[in-house]
């Protein structure tokens, strides 16, 4: 992994050939991040400082240089420098003004008006990041509703692909714009037929360490969701349906949801409300984790066989089969060599049963 030192304008400055290590990772919906030791050289300190760019040369990708710590000892000195990924641009900005969803909206086009009123043409002139654009619709059709205000950009819309499953990246184009864009993974598993099927084994020698529980300590089924008001005169909703041993409740206090004062009216205040509930309860559900540690060495190749945010096969020897996501890919360069670890999110079982890999 060879890498281009950038300046804040997007200009080469320096080549870095060689290093001590360096690891790379990126997520599917989330900002990635870097980690980068070098020799600590007059050139080297000159080049990597904060506010450069890393961008690499076989991808494209580029990362924003944050952090710099530089240790000398009588034997060596050492340069470490630390930072984020492209996207992590928008952590720059907060959603200033209560913001919305309009009817029948997608979540998509949702995303693309917060970066476009936070980022690009923000009412004030000073708010706006230069360089950034949005690239080309995906056409995802999922229809939100949603409001929010003074929350962070980039926690914003992490959460939103989280719920709609959608994976988003910021590249650098050969104008030397910032482009974001969504996109969704490919489904690599057994359950298509269209792509090769990519599978992690025990018969392919490409799954090893394996480990497995369940908890469901923090499960909740149905939720009550307080709205404005005080008192009796207090606004809910509620979802979900269980009764007996089965219903696990959980309190919503969405307070901050406004009606402003009857401009938004009933009907899609409920659907505010509910869509709150909704996001809460998602991360209160059942979860069986399942540990393991995955060679990529001998059967595919990542960015040719499979990407970040494919769904591929696992099996392993106790006779669990499921689908999990690549949610992200840590790649990794040192003196013993080039590794990638993928992490896998949620999936489910095929008794329907939820599973995490770690």
Not at 142 to 165: E, F, P, R, W
Not at 177 to 185: D, I, M, V
Not at 334 to 348: A, L, S
């Amino acid at each position: 992994m060879n890498l281009y030192v950038l300046s804040p304008k997007y200009n080469k400055v320096a080549y870095l050939d060689s290093y001590r290590s360096l690891e790379w990772c990126e997520r599917y919906n989330e900002s990635g991040d870097f980690v980068l030791c070098v020799a600590a050289t007059p050139e080297t300190m000159q080049t990597i400082k904060k506010r450069m760019i890393l961008q690499r040369e076989d991808t494209g990708g580029i990362c924003f240089v944050e952090d710099v710590e530089v240790v000398q000892s009588q034997e060596d000195s050492l340069l470490t420098a630390k930072g984020r990924t492209a996207d992590s641009v928008l952590n720059r900005r907060i959603i200033w003004t209560q913001t919305v969803s309009r009817s029948s909206e997608t979540a998509e086009d949702f995303i693309r008006r917060l970066i476009t009123e936070n980022v690009i043409s923000p009412a004030i002139a000073e708010r706006q990041i230069p360089d950034v654009t949005l690239g080309e619709r995906q056409g995802f059709n999922d229809v939100i509703s949603m409001q929010i205000t003074g929350d962070n950009l980039l926690t914003a819309i992490s959460n939103i692909c989280k719920i709609y499953n959608y994976g988003f990246r910021i590249t650098l184009t050969d104008d030397k714009k910032l482009e974001f864009n969504l996109y969704r993974g490919a489904d690599r598993s057994y359950n298509q037929s269209d792509l090769p099927y990519v599978i992690f084994s025990d018969t392919f020698d490409n799954l090893i360490e394996t480990e497995y529980l369940t908890n469901e300590t923090n499960y909740k089924n149905v939720a009550l969701i307080g709205g404005e008001g005080e008192g009796t005169a207090r606004r809910y909703q509620t979802i979900g349906e269980s009764a007996g041993l089965d219903r696990y409740e959980l309190f919503v206090d969405a307070k901050d949801i406004s009606s402003n004062e009857g401009e938004i009216i009933e009907d899609d205040y409920n659907k505010l409300l509910q869509e709150r509930g909704k996001e809460k309860l998602s991360e209160c559900e059942t979860v069986e984790e399942y540990n393991g540690l995955i060679d990529t060495a001998n059967t595919y190749t990542y960015r040719k066989d499979y990407e970040l945010g494919d769904i591929v096969q696992i099996e392993n020897k106790l006779g669990i089969q499921a689908t999990p996501q690549i949610t992200a890919v840590l790649e990794s360069e040192n003196e013993n060599g080039y590794k990638i670890v993928p992490t896998f999110g949620d999936w489910r079982a095929e008794n329907g049963s939820r599973i995490r890999i770690l």
